[in-house]
Nanobody, 121 residues
Framework: QAQLEESGGGLVQPGGSLRLSCEYS????????IGWFRQAPGKEREGVSC????????KYADSVKGRFTISRDSAKKTVYLQMNSLKSEDTAVYYC??????????????WGEGTQVAVSS
């Protein structure tokens, strides 16, 4: 059973930055795309970004393009999400999970527990 664990969330002011980390195990990244999703209060979970093929292929939601960067360190079995120029609307619980890179949706149903990101002054 694949395992994923997020870290790095917290409270940040608008315009600030955070880096989320997703450590994975029992999962072959050559076959699974891994990505980030988020869920704000009262809203559905949405895809944020996804990565596969050692970082050669990535996809971003339009709302985060140019501000967020996804990357992967295969030696550390970790996927990162660098979030810059954060806005209040980025406030959500961020989840790491396996994803369909073309649709930017969850696939195979492997999830972490989530990490809270709050953007507020």
């Amino acid at each position: 059973q694949a395992q994923l664990e997020e870290s790095g969330g917290g409270l940040v002011q608008p315009g600030g930055s955070l880096r989320l980390s997703c450590e994975y195990s029992k999962l072959n990244p050559d076959y699974y795309a891994i990505g980030w999703f988020r869920q704000a209060p009262g809203k559905e979970r949405e895809g944020v970004s996804c990565i596969i093929d050692s970082g050669l292929n990535t996809k971003y939601a339009d709302s985060v393009k140019g501000r967020f960067t996804i990357s992967r360190d295969s030696a550390k079995k970790t996927v990162y999400l660098q979030m810059n120029s954060l806005k209040s609307e980025d406030t959500a619980v961020y989840y790491c999970g396996t994803c369909n890179i073309w649709k930017l949706k969850s696939e195979f149903g492997f999830w972490g527990e989530g990490t809270q990101v709050a953007v507020s002054s």
